[in-house]
């Protein structure tokens, strides 16, 4: 239970740091501060629920598309996202591109970082 509590903390907080990455350097995207905690609420849900039936979806009907599930489940997280709240502004398909690969790029890098020096018990094997 605490290992499922904290993976979930680790994904919020490497979407969190995705989304704020794109957030600096996209001229025209731009997360209100007021309503980050629901954007980044809202695309971490958008992910969950969207990456086991892109995969799916991926596995039976375009297997060449399953190496680039994460950036496509990036890419609808952040359009549902965009289209669900108001605190979100992707400002252009251009934007939504990049901002697709640098959000997908922070959360992994976060997602490497975070196990090794915040949250050690993930790294561990279980037992």
Do not use: C
């Amino acid at each position: 239970m605490v290992r499922t509590l904290m993976s979930v903390v680790a994904l919020l907080i490497g979407n969190a740091v995705g989304l704020l990455l794109a957030a600096l350097l996209l001229q025209g995207f731009s997360i209100a501060p007021l309503s980050l905690i629901v954007v980044v609420a809202v695309f971490t849900l958008v992910q969950v629920i969207a990456e086991p039936l892109i995969s799916k979806i991926s596995e039976k009907n375009l297997p060449a598309l399953q190496g680039g599930v994460a950036l496509v489940v990036t890419f609808v997280g952040l359009l549902i996202t965009d289209a669900v709240t108001n605190g979100l502004t992707i400002g252009g398909i251009s934007n939504l591109f990049l901002a697709t690969l640098l959000v997908w790029l922070g959360a992994l890098i976060a997602g490497i970082i975070l196990p090794i020096y915040v949250f050690k018990e993930l790294r561990e094997n279980r037992k």
